[in-house]
């Protein structure tokens, strides 16, 4: 089992380009997310996807658009890219847990993107 | 909004002594409490958990109390070793399947 597997692990944008990270994981879960990680920052939530074919904004979407692909793959776009955007993206899978909103997040390695 | 407070942000304690960070949420509703540790370049992990229906959970070194009323829950770690530095995060899950971290604590342990 890879969990979950992210690509790219690094790249670099100019201001103005788009691209898309990909994400896919193999456990089978229902809910997946992706945060972004800055400095002092903490992981905050983009977008997530209760299940497959529903997408909710989290705490930072302006900027980002994602789509769920089916059950193993969530991707997260960005469609003219910024510098406020540069930072470390992590995409994570999740099962929801009896009597609980989610469970356990198993992260990706994580994508390091500088938008210059 | 859904909001996770974490303090301190930094913690340093010697080997061998306990540390605590505590967390408070803004969710009454949030049902599910984890705790992730995040080494240097590396992806979090989750160390321990506990849901709402549970007071305090322990593993080891580590125990997790959580304080419905107040809104707040706390990690313990006792005897700390050099290993246990990292940067620790809280979470809560709110009532719309989201998880949401506070800010984290650097842990530094000194030998």
């Known amino acids: 089992n890879a969990g979950v597997t992210q690509t790219p692990k690094f790249q670099v944008l100019k201001t103005g380009q788009s691209m898309t990270l990909q994400c896919a994981q193999d456990m089978n879960h229902n809910s997946m997310y992706w945060y972004r990680q800055d400095p002092g920052m903490g992981l905050r939530l983009i977008y997530y996807s209760a299940s497959e074919g529903t997408t909710d904004k989290g705490e930072v979407p302006n900027g980002y658009n994602v789509s769920r692909l089916n059950k193993r793959e969530f991707s997260l776009r960005l469609e003219s890219a910024a510098p406020s955007q540069t930072s470390v993206y992590f995409c994570?899978?999740?099962?929801?847990?009896?009597?609980?909103?989610?469970?356990?997040?198993?992260f990706g390695e994580g994508s390091r993107l500088t938008v210059l | 909004g859904e909001n996770v407070e974490q303090h301190p942000s930094t913690l340093s304690v010697q080997e061998g002594d306990s540390a605590v960070i505590k967390c408070t949420y803004s969710d009454s509703a949030s049902n599910y409490f984890p705790w992730y540790k995040q080494e240097l370049g590396k992806r979090p992990q989750l160390i321990i958990d506990?849901?709402?229906?549970?007071g305090e959970k322990k593993d080891q070194r580590i125990a997790v109390t959580l304080n419905k009323t107040a809104k707040h829950f706390s990690l313990h770690i006792t005897e700390t070793q050099p290993e246990d530095s990292a940067v620790y995060f809280c979470a809560a899950a709110t009532r719309t399947d989201k998880l949401i971290f506070g800010t984290g604590t650097r842990l530094q342990v000194f030998p």
């Open positions: 506990i849901r709402s229906n549970v």
């Open positions: 994570a899978s999740s099962e929801r847990l009896a009597g609980a909103y989610t469970g356990e997040l198993f």
